[in-house]
């Protein structure tokens, strides 16, 4: 059944080829993990998408998302009409409710990855399975979310990474994510081999990496802030056009820094329970780095997110972002708020 896809998935028990029907298609496991929905019929024009979870082991909101789409797809409340990929990220930390076992493995999304170890295992894996999804839908517009939550507090607990990457971001995208009630969108200022990134840069794909909340056990997870984005989700795998909304009522960054370690006694120089965005005047002292040097804020206020003093050594241990201004709009946004203001 497919509903029980992700719990014999975890438990190990996931028959590695399993396949079956739904009323509106069809699904295929190629692997521990990787599971492929196919529509019977819908809009040859509706985008393929990717869906992951789970690419850090104890973001679990994500993956109880994941598990309503199924259910509400096997109950036939909704109707498959587009390819759809769902892919498990690091399944043994799910299992043991750890970010990650080795590595962080959403750092290893390159292709000339050549580590040796379960994570760039699982990357490599990951990393062929939207290659050929993409390929065995070739034609169709690409999508990839890749679902997170984050270690802290956020002043906008549900916010959107946009990876950097030549390919440009449609105006379409911040429409539907503001109406997923997404609050913030923070612009990546260079490449950073995350998943998302993946998906962008090497296969144009619209790709973004979605931080929904704060990181809490199975069960723990406040789904009903979720709910928005879910419908955004269901409309894609139904084959139909999202909802849209004002890009304007998301609040924008971009990265200008990241602050990476270098030294063993590495600390961030705030406390614990500051939360995401949170934003620090010229002349703050924000990490001290015996190797790299003290991190002090310039000129200009800036505000950190994804503060962590325990990332490995040489890995990002915060991003600098300021506020930036909201994309412009295209013609066909601007009649819709044309239509919505009064
Ligand atoms: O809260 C945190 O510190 C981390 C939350 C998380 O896993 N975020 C992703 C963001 C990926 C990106 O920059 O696109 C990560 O760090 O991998
Ligand atoms: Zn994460």
Known sequence: MLSDWLDLTL??????????????????????????????????????????AGIHGNETAPIELVGELLARLEAGQLSLGAPLLILLGNIPAIRRSQ????????????????????????????????????????????????????IRDSRYPR?????????TTEHAQWQW??????????????????????????????????ELGRVAPFGANDMAALRPLRTMLEALLEGREPLRSDPRDMAFFRVEQELMRHADDFCLCFA??????????????????AVAGDCVVGEHPLAVVFPNAEVELGARAALLVK???????????????????P
């Open 272 to 289: 614990d329970d500051v939360a995401n965005f949170t934003e620090f005047t010229p002349g703050t002292r924000l990490a001290r780095d």
């Open 323 to 341: 506020a930036s201004e909201a994309p412009p709009g295209d013609t066909a946004s601007q009649k819709i708020r044309a239509t919505t203001q």
């Open 99 to 150: 970010r990650f076992i080795g590595t962080n493995l959403n750092r290893l999304f390159q292709r000339d990855l050549s580590d040796a170890g379960d994570e760039p295992e699982r990357a490599r894996t990951l990393m062929a399975s939207v290659d050929a999804f993409y390929q065995r839908h070739a034609g169709r517009p690409r999508l990839h979310y890749d679902l997170h939550t984050a």
């Open 159 to 167: 916010f959107v990474v946009e990876p950097f990457a030549d390919a």
């Open 11 to 52: 438990d190990g028990n996931a028959s590695a080829r399993l396949s079956g029907h739904l009323a509106s298609g069809s699904y295929h496991c190629h692997g521990p993990g990787i599971l492929e929905l196919l529509p019977d019929s819908g809009p040859i024009e509706a985008p393929a998408c990717v869906i992951s």
């Open 177 to 210: 994510l503001a109406a997923a009630d997404m609050q913030a969108v923070l612009h990546q200022h260079q490449h950073s081999w995350t998943f998302s990134h993946y998906s962008k840069h090497y296969h144009g794909a619209q790709a973004f990496t979605l």
